[in-house]
């Protein structure tokens, strides 16, 4: 186990790169079953996302397309309970499988505001993918068919994840220490 700082924080190695990898190779599986005739639309939300979405496309074998999206709702370790729209989908949905990849899911809300506005645009189905999901966080009910691993309530960083736009470069991820 490693320990890193990240400005104010230090941090403990949590979940190993390997690890991470197995389970983003077992929601490739999945989806790459699940949707085998669907030519999905991969939507990851940036930034955190990003690592997460690209290790995922390179095991998804199905035709499929991948764009983003940026959404804000954290800043420092908590979130700020306000989600603001930074780039939009320029995207036709319209009769398309779409999945959105996400980091963490935790609260559920920016999630169910996601799923609220891609709804308007008229998607055959709305699929959500996560590497991370927060299930003693969660506040909303999601349907959330595709996420490598459920974690504690606590803070990380790691393979996309931030500490005030740090971290994400670490090959790990990684916990705090209180």
Do not use: W
Request: with cysteine.
């Amino acid at each position: 186990m490693s320990i890193v700082k990240v400005k104010d924080k230090t941090f403990r190695t949590f979940i190993p790169e390997a690890e991470i990898q197995q389970r983003v190779k077992a929601v490739a599986d999945k989806l790459n079953e699940d949707l085998k005739d669907k030519n999905p639309l991969f939507l990851a939300v940036l930034n955190g996302s990003f690592v997460f979405a690209a290790d995922l496309m390179r095991m998804i074998t199905i035709p499929c397309e991948i764009s983003f999206v940026k959404l804000a709702s954290y800043q420092g370790t908590v979130s700020s309970g306000k989600i603001k729209e930074v780039i939009g989908i320029n995207e036709d949905l319209k009769g398309r499988t779409v999945v959105i990849v996400e980091d963490i899911i935790d609260t559920g809300f920016t999630m169910k505001r996601m799923l609220e506005q891609l709804g308007t645009r008229d998607p055959e189905s709305l699929h959500i993918c996560t590497l991370l999901v927060k299930p003693g966080k969660l506040q909303v009910p999601l349907n959330i068919e595709y996420a490598a691993m459920e974690i504690p309530n606590d803070f990380i960083v790691g393979y996309g994840l931030d500490y005030d736009q740090q971290g994400r470069n670490l090959r790990d991820i990684y916990t705090i220490v209180e």
